[in-house]
């Protein structure tokens, strides 16, 4: 038998969708937006229905700042009396997958509802993972790496924090390519992200931006000056020598940095920033880590 789906539902008197064709769904209830952002933070779930009563509440839904991170990672469905065409746009514009109205939401036809929700949200995770990787390394690539700043953006708007964006070109690629050929240089390109990823903290994102250049997103820090640590640790993580097809391979690194909000506050002008800094080595070519870091408590590669 199926694992039973995890449904968070924003009413305190949900249905009974236990014995739902579509299920088995297991429904945990919340009584107001608070409690719902707080059940969120404790588990995963599979989907979230949210039970409105007004326009009101509607429109309370639509400015709850924690929207924008459930859509990402959750299939979010609304039941409301007799939604508004706008209303429903708007929703489906914030990411929310269906829009239904309270008098069609019986305990069948909202499992149903529900089910195929989820499986939509698996299918565009699917198709969002395909498009947004770098396929030599697996890591998010270049338009992946904007989504990815845009939504967490979009969240440090309504929960001020520190994050910076380091980039960091690397030198030698070019000559491991032309001397051992392209898929020995994609082995270099997929060890150098394997000693990245080793460093930075489980919440940091490493993106592939190209053969030569690689992006993290330090998506929050206790103060500002730690991403400086951060990078300088990065380029330091480089230094060891390589071993590809039995040659050993060096490269060197420079990094450069852009910090939210000082240095820009939409995901281009951030990036832009920290590879045009990279370019010019404005984090040169160092030896060691220099510094304590924001993610010291990583292990390191």
Known sequence: MASPLQIL???????????????PFVVFPARGLAELATQLGERTHDAIVCWMATDDDIARLAAWPTLAHAVMTTAVVVVAPEPRLA????????????????????????????????????????????????????????????????????????????????????????GAEASMGAEAANVLRRKIAVRLRAVLRVSDVVASLGDDLFAVLLAWMDAPEDADGVARKLVGSLQQPFSVAGHEMAVSASAGLSLYPGHGQDAHTLLNRAIAQASEGQIGRLAGAGGAAANDDSTSG
Do not use: W
Not at 9 to 22: E, H, I, V
């Open 9 to 23: 539902c924003l009413n305190p008197n949900p249905p009974d969708l236990m014995t739902s064709a579509f299920g």
């Open 87 to 174: 209303d429903a746009l708007k929703l489906t514009l914030l990411g929310v997958q269906d829009v239904l109205p309270t008098r069609e939401a019986s305990p069948e036809s909202l499992g149903r509802v529900i089910r195929l929700a989820i499986e939509r949200k698996k299918l565009d995770h699917a198709a969002r993972r395909a498009y947004g990787t770098d396929l030599s390394t697996g890591l998010p690539n270049h338009s992946q790496l904007l989504e990815h700043m845009t939504h967490l953006l979009a969240l440090r708007e309504r929960e001020p924090a520190s994050m910076a964006v380091i980039a960091l070109r690397v030198r030698g690629y070019a």
